[in-house]
């Protein structure tokens, strides 16, 4: 059973200081009525803990106090080895009701594991860091043991306390009690060993994990920011992976380090900090650039940070990153009313790194012309094909046939294997739907038709990984309206480049050869394979390509295609099951068809 991790809202220093000022406001009678009101809407199993917190606190440095937490430190350090011998963990196998393999076992470990940092929190708020420090240490060091977990959930979705909390609370724990020579060291590299344990912890968090000040600021601020530029020196030569472009760090740990330089930096020297390291780090550290115009729009400076953005744009050397700066001139730009600059940051985002929402951003630009935005599409169709990155072949697939290069699906599709359609790097979920509407010039695919359904495909086809892909499967009447307008609007930019430049009968027909070709070797490899759990999508295109036939010319041609094919497998009944089914699902090949109108692309 799922129990969830409680969210952390405010560290204990804000907290405290908000309650503080809001005390301060009342007098004592509105106090004491506060504090009634709120007992009196608590639920009767809070009641007890509520009026015990106003009892007689017991002095610190009471008799046993030692003694408690040397027998914490014990039972924690049994409860670890538990833990890592494995002693809550029975059995591994499939779960029905998460649909996945987990571990099964004794789930009481979260419920200690909740209580022993309830007992860290106690001692931290007691005062008590070095027992503090060394319990939590502990605790959170267990979630990196393998195997050591049972539960439905992750480890951390096991237990009610929220990780994010109980880290700053013990590194401001060890902050405190390690000398002051050692902190920016012990700090950092404690920082790197739970990186994967909650979410990342910065300085402000050790701040806001308790009220009072951190003692020693000022002999820490200095050399921690040193560190952090060592680090990230000694990390430059090998930041990224060489494996898809150098897009994903080698370094785990540089994300990290940077926000917490950016942090110091921005504490020391503020904004005339942030724009020396952007200067400065700027081609290997962009998120120096972000910060900084991020800050000056939080300043209300949109000027300067269109200004700085321009000037980030030429100087950020990770594609990534040049192209997340050129989205926000862009942001910019249209909020300050110029278009023209809007344009030139869209066309520079595409060309740095080109996605589906970037093209469609791109395209819905104000153009002062139709001839204006077909030339906008063409030198991004150019841009896309001078990108040679893996897996974006359907994306400069699409981006041709947007700017009007119909030819190009031709070229696309002149080898490719029979099987793989889903694959990133195959054309065919997009070549093959565009073909059978390009083949059908003016008229596109009938509503309701199998042809219709591979088009309205294309765009999760194009962007696989894109936010609404999972609500296009399997009825997209039942998605977000934003989410069909995407759609819609990429589906648009097809329809539209076949309005600009129709092809004429000679490249219809070779079109729809083409398209007959496809479907036929790619519906021959999946029943001669024995593809049985693809039989269902061969039966599709061989019906969708038989309803390009039949538009084309006679809904007999278009039935006597999809009968020649199936005719191919007397012995697969299976196949032949699915292609029957398709026909009847279609409302030309079908023997009650009717006529249907299109609504695919405009009159």
């Not at 914490?72 to 029975?90: H, Q």
């Not at 000398?179 to 979410?199: H, I, K, Q, Y």
């Not at 504490?267 to 900090?273: E, I, L, N, Q, W």
């Not at 894109?466 to 930019?493: H, I, K, N, S, T």
Request: glycine share 8%; net charge negative; charged share 30%.
């Amino acid at each position: 059973m799922r129990r969830g991790s409680a969210k952390n809202e405010a560290g204990l220093g804000p907290f405290l200081r908000g309650l503080e000022e809001r005390l301060d406001q009342l007098d004592h009678g509105a106090l004491v009525a506060a504090v009634i009101e709120h007992g009196r809407r608590l639920p009767a199993v809070e009641r007890s803990a509520f009026l015990a917190a106003f009892d007689r606190p017991v002095p610190k440095g009471a008799a046993g106090e030692s003694d408690r937490s040397i027998s914490l430190i014990v039972d924690v350090r049994a409860f670890v080895a538990k833990l890592e011998a494995g002693d809550y963990v029975e059995d591994f196998g499939w779960d029905p009701e998460i649909r996945d393999k987990r571990s099964f076992g004794d789930e009481s470990w979260a419920d200690e594991m909740d209580s022993y940092f309830a007992a860290a929190d106690d001692a931290f708020l007691e005062g008590d860091l070095v027992t503090a420090a060394e319990v939590y240490g502990l605790l959170l060091d267990a979630f990196m043991l393998d195997e050591a977990f049972c539960g439905a959930s992750a480890p951390d979705e096991m237990i009610q306390t929220p990780l994010g909390e109980a880290k700053a609370r013990y590194l401001r724990a060890l902050y405190e009690v390690t000398p002051t020579a050692d902190r920016p060291r012990e700090l950092w590299d404690r920082m790197r060993s739970l990186r994967l344990v909650g979410p990342a912890v910065c300085l402000q968090d050790l701040f806001d994990a308790s009220p009072g000040e951190l003692p020693g600021l000022d002999q820490f601020i200095g050399p921690w920011r040193v560190l952090l530029a060592e680090d990230d020196d000694r990390a430059g030569g090998q930041e990224a992976d060489e494996h898809d472009g150098g897009r994903f760090p080698f370094d785990v740990d540089r994300e990290h380090r940077r926000l917490l330089l950016r942090e110091v930096v921005r504490r020391v020297s503020g904004m005339d900090g942030l724009a020396e390291l952007a200067r400065s780090e700027g081609h290997r550290h962009p998120e120096a650039w972000q910060e900084w115009v991020a800050a000056l729009e939080e300043k209300g400076d949109a000027a300067q940070a269109v200004k700085v953005a321009r000037e980030a744009i030429g100087c950020i050397t990770d594609p990534a990153a040049r192209a997340g700066m050129a989205d926000v001139l862009a942001r910019l730009a249209l909020d300050g009313g110029q278009a023209s600059l809007a344009i030139e940051a869209r066309e520079a985002a595409w060309t740095a790194d080109p996605t589906l929402d970037r093209l469609l951003a791109l395209a819905a630009c104000e153009s002062s012309s139709g001839a204006e935005l077909s030339g906008r599409l063409e030198r991004a169709a150019a841009a896309a094909r001078a990108n040679k990155t893996a897996g974006r072949e359907r994306l400069r697939l699409f981006a041709q046939l947007v700017a009007g290069d119909l030819e190009a699906v031709l070229q696309y599709t002149e080898r490719v294997e029979d099987l793989g359609w889903s694959g990133a790097g195959h054309p065919g979920s997009i070549a093959f739907p565009f073909l059978l509407v390009a083949s059908a010039g003016t008229a596109g695919c009938p509503a309701g038709s199998l042809a219709e359904g591979l088009w309205f495909r294309i765009p999760t086809a194009v962007d696989p990984d894109g936010w609404y892909r999972q609500y296009l499967a399997p009825d997209a009447r039942v998605a977000p309206e934003a989410v069909l307008a995407r759609r819609d609007a990429a589906l648009g930019l097809l329809s539209r480049a076949l309005g600009r430049t129709p092809p004429d009968a000679n490249l219809r027909a070779r079109l729809l050869e083409r398209a007959k070709k496809l479907a036929t070797e790619r519906a021959t490899a999946i029943v001669q394979g024995r593809h049985n759990g693809a039989y269902e999508r061969a039966a599709e295109i061989v019906v969708a390509c038989g309803e390009a036939i039949a538009q084309a010319g006679a809904a007999a041609a278009g039935r006597s295609f999809v009968q020649s094919i199936r005719d191919t497998f007397p012995r697969h009944y299976g196949f032949r099951r699915e292609v029957e089914k398709a026909i009847g699902r279609s409302p030309i090949l079908a023997q009650d068809a009717t006529t249907t109108r299109s609504r695919i692309l405009p009159r």
